[in-house]
């Protein structure tokens, strides 16, 4: 009796997570239909339920999901810079089909921008460098674009690439920019301590609540990161928000219709330039935003902390996920960056496990975890018809 | 005289003249791709581009779509010269085309490739799109008209969200017609839109180029098929080695010598199996 009741557990185990593994992206079609199908008070208080887990993630302190070895809400705040990070690069790679290797540069920008503003040259405000930040790096993927969106595929992406390292070294080899010692004391936003939040403390299946670990609401200190991820988690909404909005535009058609033939969008009144020099400026505002926070977390800054393999991890994070579909790569930019910290020990196989990783995913799924959903839905009539000409053949 | 809509109004057969290529020329290092071709396309009427393979009727189309320019000569479109517009600026400008070859937007539904093409008049920009203001809503509502409208008449409004991909050959070469229908164009290009028809498919294509003749558009069609070049132009031109060797009805083109020569000699109707 008893090993009846233990092999279902440990023998269905593997199996069932085998059978996940694929069912995972094709049954979101039907996930996704069957919310859609919800009544609509019932969507939104399932959405609002969502937020607030994403928010209360940092106090939870749930056991599978933290990280024992790091401070979680520090995990919490690189993943959900990633994520960021993703979702411009989305734009750009995902919508108008430009591969851009040297993302990291936008993302460098905007950092260096805080810190050389708000500590090494100058002392303005918070308020005033976040802004900045993004505006400085707005200007540069124009300047960027301008002249190189001219050329295509493969050469806009050594382009690119040049870009993402010239920032770097250009930052390495100037005093005034900190040069290798790199910066210090970039100011982080300003606190205001309204009142303390307590942490979960699990013991078993039962949660307590332990007062002796609080966040202060709203303190950005050094210690304690929950607050950087409120605050970048804040800034994801307002950017998914604004994606949704341009993708159902005249804007998101026209860099669909760019990535898929340039040519015939032209020649269909598209200003194809002018599309993709935005979309490029999309981007750049949102990795500088993101890096402008990276920044003002981390307090310190050096060109160490831009290295090319950040724009790969970039790359990787958007196609893993499946380059289109924002929640698609948002899910690549968790993978990416929470999985490593998650499984500190296998650090030094990470690379080893990504490269794997992207050989099976090219196999199996081309289009990402989570493609477009057309994407899959183009897939799905494609099999129909193989499955058609099986069957005629056989017959 | 200038723009009335033109989709509502009754044509004038053989009215002005839409588009004119005057003496164009277009030199590809050191092969002439046109030479000296000169001709008019009349607003309201049918015009067939015909000529053997390699006879410069693309590199026409392509020319008046900006997509190369002119070496010398000039094409002016309802009075304008098209000088070194853009090439989204001459769809604006009322020129739209299809391809030899379909390029539609693969990945996208069937509608929203009609929709780009409806956009082409539209200025939202970010901000608008951000802020859903009401030029983006009138815009979008609009589009959507048109390209449902657009759709309906070409008979694929049940396809509207498969992907284009998807869509049978048939639908496809529609669907670009729709597409360019879409930027409300005065001249419409059909690049050899009967590419891979059988007889009946033929037949119900001339049927549709006459409809979108009527509708109010102009239409210029290359065609390898002769027996519908024939069958549904007002006019037809005959180029051969990038020089226009004749011009007129079909009935006197037909027996044009120089254009049974430039067939070859042979049966006009051989060259139709030459896709």
Same mark, same amino acid.
């Given at each position: 009796?008893?090993?009846?009741?233990?092999?279902?557990?440990?023998?269905?185990?593997?199996?069932?997570? /085998?059978?996940?593994?694929?069912?995972?992206?094709?049954?979101?079609?039907?996930?996704?239909?069957?919310?859609?199908?919800?009544?609509?008070?019932?969507?939104? +208080?399932?959405?609002?339920?969502?937020?607030? %887990?994403?928010?209360?993630?940092?106090?939870?302190?749930?056991?599978?999901?933290?990280?024992?070895?790091?401070?979680?809400?520090?995990?919490?705040?690189?993943?959900?810079?990633?994520?960021?990070?993703?979702?411009?690069?989305?734009?750009?790679? *995902?919508?108008?089909?430009?591969?851009?290797?040297?993302?990291?540069?936008?993302?460098?920008?905007?950092?260096?921008?805080?810190?050389?503003?708000?500590?090494?040259?100058?002392?303005?405000?918070?308020?005033?460098?976040?802004?900045?930040?993004?505006?400085?790096?707005?200007?540069?993927?124009?300047?960027?674009?301008?002249?190189?969106?001219?050329?295509?595929?493969?050469?806009?992406?050594?382009?690119?690439?040049?870009?993402?390292?010239?920032?770097?070294?250009?930052?390495?080899?100037?005093?005034?920019?900190?040069?290798?010692? *790199?910066? +210090?004391?970039?100011?982080?936003?300003?606190?205001?301590?309204?009142?303390?939040?307590?942490?979960?403390?699990?013991?078993?299946?039962?949660?307590?609540?332990?007062?002796?670990? +609080?966040?202060?609401?709203?303190?950005?200190?050094?210690?304690?990161?929950?607050?950087?991820?409120?605050?970048?988690?804040?800034?994801?909404?307002?950017?998914?928000?604004?994606?949704?909005?341009?993708?159902?535009?005249?804007?998101?058609?026209?860099?669909?219709?760019?990535?898929?033939?340039?040519?015939?969008?032209?020649?269909?009144?598209?200003?194809?330039?002018?599309?993709?020099?935005?979309?490029?400026?999309?981007?750049?505002?949102?990795?500088?935003?993101?890096?402008?926070?990276?920044?003002?977390?981390?307090?310190?800054?050096?060109?160490?902390?831009?290295?090319?393999?950040?724009?790969?991890?970039?790359?990787?994070?958007?196609?893993?996920?499946?380059?289109?579909?924002?929640?698609? %790569?948002? /899910?690549?930019?968790?993978?990416?960056?929470?999985?490593?910290?998650?499984?500190?020990?296998?650090?030094?196989?990470?690379?080893?496990?990504?490269?794997?990783?992207?050989?099976?995913?090219?196999?199996?799924?081309?289009?990402?975890?989570?493609?477009?959903?057309?994407?899959?839905?183009?897939?799905?009539?494609?099999?129909?018809?193989?499955?058609?000409?099986?069957?005629?053949?056989?017959? | 005289?200038?723009?009335?809509?033109?989709?509502?109004?009754?044509?004038?057969?053989?009215?002005?003249?839409?588009?004119?290529?005057?003496?164009?020329?277009?030199?590809?290092?050191?092969?002439?791709?046109?030479?000296?071709?000169?001709?008019?396309?009349?607003?309201?009427?049918?015009?067939?581009?015909?000529?053997?393979?390699?006879?410069?009727?693309?590199?026409?189309?392509?020319?008046?779509?900006?997509?190369?320019?002119?070496?010398?000569?000039?094409?002016?479109?309802?009075?304008?010269?098209?000088?070194?517009?853009?090439?989204?600026?001459?769809?604006?400008?009322?020129?739209?085309?299809?391809?030899?070859?379909?390029?539609?937007?693969?990945?996208?539904?069937?509608?929203?490739?009609?929709?780009?093409?409806?956009?082409?008049?539209?200025?939202?920009?970010?901000?608008?799109?951000?802020?859903?203001?009401?030029?983006?809503?009138?815009? #979008?509502?609009?589009?959507?008209?048109?390209?449902?409208?657009?759709?309906?008449?070409?008979?694929?409004?049940?396809?509207?969200? #498969?992907?284009?991909?998807?869509?049978?050959?048939?639908?496809?070469?529609?669907?670009?017609?729709?597409?360019?229908?879409?930027?409300?164009?005065?001249?419409?290009?059909?690049? #050899?839109?009967?590419?891979?028809?059988?007889?009946?498919?033929?037949?119900?294509?001339?049927?549709?180029?006459?409809?979108?003749?009527?509708?109010?558009?102009?239409?210029?069609?290359?065609?390898?098929?002769?027996?519908?070049?024939?069958?549904?132009?007002?006019?037809?031109?005959?180029?051969?080695?990038?020089?226009?060797?004749?011009?007129?009805?079909? @009935?006197?083109?037909?027996?044009?010598?120089?254009?049974?020569? @430039?067939?070859?000699?042979?049966?006009?109707?051989?060259? #139709?199996?030459?896709?």
């Amino acid at each position: 009796m008893t090993e009846g009741k233990a092999s279902p557990d440990t023998e269905s185990g593997p199996a069932r997570s /085998m059978a996940w593994g694929p069912r995972l992206g094709w049954d979101r079609g039907a996930l996704a239909r069957r919310t859609t199908a919800l009544p609509k008070p019932v969507k939104w +208080t399932l959405i609002g339920l969502l937020v607030v %887990v994403l928010y209360a993630l940092p106090l939870l302190e749930l056991p599978i999901i933290s990280t024992p070895d790091t401070d979680f809400g520090g995990v919490l705040f690189t993943v959900a810079s990633y994520v960021l990070v993703a979702l411009g690069l989305n734009i750009v790679l *995902g919508y108008a089909g430009l591969l851009d290797l040297g993302y990291v540069g936008f993302y460098a920008i905007g950092a260096y921008t805080v810190a050389v503003l708000g500590s090494l040259q100058a002392q303005l405000s918070w308020w005033l460098l976040i802004p900045l930040a993004v505006i400085v790096t707005t200007i540069s993927g124009i300047l960027l674009g301008a002249p190189t969106l001219r050329v295509r595929g493969d050469y806009l992406a050594i382009v690119t690439l040049g870009f993402g390292e010239i920032i770097r070294l250009t930052a390495l080899n100037t005093e005034w920019l900190g040069a290798a010692k *790199g910066i +210090t004391g970039v100011p982080r936003p300003p606190s205001v301590e309204l009142f303390d939040v307590p942490h979960l403390e699990w013991e078993g299946a039962t949660a307590l609540i332990d007062l002796d670990d +609080t966040t202060s609401f709203l303190s950005f200190g050094v210690a304690d990161q929950a607050p950087y991820y409120w605050l970048t988690l804040t800034v994801i909404f307002l950017v998914l928000g604004a994606d949704r909005m341009l993708r159902l535009s005249r804007i998101g058609r026209g860099w669909e219709a760019t990535r898929e033939d340039e040519d015939a969008a032209e020649l269909m009144g598209v200003p194809t330039f002018k599309f993709k020099l935005l979309a490029f400026a999309c981007g750049a505002f949102i990795g500088g935003l993101s890096g402008a926070l990276f920044a003002s977390r981390q307090g310190f800054i050096n060109p160490e902390s831009f290295l090319l393999l950040l724009s790969i991890l970039f790359v990787a994070a958007v196609v893993v996920g499946g380059a289109g579909n924002r929640w698609g %790569v948002i /899910m690549g930019a968790i993978v990416v960056a929470y999985l490593p910290e998650r499984f500190r020990g296998f650090e030094e196989w990470r690379l080893l496990v990504f490269g794997v990783a992207l050989l099976l995913l090219a196999n199996f799924r081309p289009q990402g975890l989570i493609p477009p959903r057309r994407a899959k839905r183009a897939q799905a009539v494609d099999e129909q018809l193989d499955a058609l000409e099986e069957g005629s053949a056989r017959a | 005289m200038p723009s009335t809509s033109v989709s509502e109004q009754p044509v004038a057969r053989n009215g002005a003249a839409l588009l004119s290529l005057d003496d164009v020329s277009i030199q590809f290092g050191g092969l002439k791709a046109l030479d000296g071709v000169s001709f008019d396309v009349r607003e309201g009427e049918i015009l067939g581009l015909i000529g053997p393979n390699g006879a410069g009727k693309t590199t026409c189309f392509n020319v008046m779509t900006g997509v190369y320019q002119p070496t010398s000569g000039e094409v002016r479109f309802a009075g304008e010269r098209l000088g070194r517009r853009k090439r989204f600026a001459i769809t604006r400008l009322g020129i739209a085309r299809t391809f030899q070859n379909i390029r539609l937007f693969g990945n996208m539904t069937a509608l929203e490739n009609v929709l780009v093409g409806a956009d082409a008049h539209h200025r939202t920009n970010v901000v608008d799109a951000l802020f859903r203001s009401p030029r983006h809503r009138r815009e #979008e509502r609009e589009g959507e008209e048109t390209a449902r409208d657009v759709m309906r008449f070409l008979g694929l409004e049940r396809r509207a969200d #498969e992907l284009a991909r998807n869509l049978s050959y048939g639908e496809q070469r529609r669907l670009e017609i729709a597409r360019a229908m879409a930027t409300k164009p005065r001249l419409l290009c059909l690049d #050899e839109p009967a590419a891979g028809f059988n007889p009946a498919e033929k037949a119900q294509l001339m049927d549709l180029i006459r409809r979108i003749r009527d509708r109010g558009l102009t239409v210029l069609l290359i065609e390898h098929d002769m027996s519908l070049v024939m069958g549904v132009s007002d006019r037809v031109a005959v180029l051969e080695f990038g020089r226009k060797i004749a011009e007129g009805v079909p @009935a006197d083109v037909r027996n044009d010598p120089a254009v049974i020569a @430039a067939y070859l000699g042979t049966d006009v109707d051989d060259e #139709e199996g030459d896709l």
